[in-house]
């Protein structure tokens, strides 16, 4: 493994190559869990993506309640929800995602990315991993951000 990936993660650190879920991601991304399970209702760990990887589309299943919130601490990504436009994303922003919207996020092309990922306490809660985000839908990103931008 090449020693690049020890510069990121910000200041929770990169942890180690993300082998669970590694099918629901293009590219390599490392976990760094910061609580332990059964040490609390509400599960945090930074998640750092190599430059170009992104996980899968996907939700966050909850009859009540439940969901995933995204603070971001190194580098920059993206985000989206199905049919809204990309969000650039950088050290310091928020991300609140509702339970059961189906979403993506990941680095950008050029930059390593981290977030702690907070999964949100609620009724029933579970994940439903979707189809990948193509590269012809991600290679769109940056031109349609420029195009926004003018």
């Known amino acids: 493994m090449n020693e690049e990936y020890k510069k990121h993660g910000g200041v929770f650190g990169v942890g180690e190559p993300n082998t669970a879920f590694a099918q629901y991601f293009i590219g390599n991304s490392y976990l760094n869990p910061l609580t332990k399970p059964g040490e609390s209702n509400v599960s945090l760990a930074n998640v750092t993506f190599e430059p170009g990887c992104r996980n899968n589309w996907h939700k966050h299943l909850s009859k009540s309640g439940g ?7 190194d580098g920059e990504g993206w985000y989206q929800e199905w049919g809204k436009d990309a969000q650039k994303l950088k ?3 928020v991300v609140v995602i509702p339970a059961n919207v189906k979403h993506w996020h990941g680095a950008k092309k050029d930059s390593w990315f981290s977030h702690i990922s907070i999964e949100v306490p609620g009724e029933n809660t579970s994940n ?8 012809e839908e991600y290679n769109k990103l940056k031109w349609l951000i420029k195009c926004m931008e003018l």
């Open 67 to 73: 969901g995933q919130i995204l603070i971001c601490v």
């Open 91 to 93: 050290h310091g922003d």
């Open 128 to 135: 439903e991993w979707l189809e990948e985000v193509s590269d």
